[in-house]
């Protein structure tokens, strides 16, 4: 999406942030927005999930409009 000029964001746990911005970088799209969110999500309640949603919202909507920022 990022190629065809969709603005896109990448959510990758704490355990996968290597690897989604290794990948990132294979694909040829090293500027990629990636949020971090933490790790594991599998345990939570749908409650716990959105509070990491509730939490991360304002600088996920920051990464898509300006960037990745490290």
């Known amino acids: 999406m990022q190629k065809r000029q969709r603005q896109t964001l990448t959510i990758a746990t704490t355990a996968f942030q290597v690897l989604a ?10 500027e990629l927005p990636v949020a971090i ?14 509070d990491i949603v509730d ?4 600088a996920m909507v920051k ?3 300006e960037g990745n920022i490290k």
């Open 21 to 30: 911005r290794t990948q990132a970088k294979a694909l040829g799209q090293p």
């Open 37 to 50: 969110i933490p790790h594991p999500l599998g345990p939570l309640s749908l409650k716990e999930l959105h």
């Open 55 to 58: 939490r991360q919202l304002d």
């Open 63 to 65: 990464l898509v409009c």
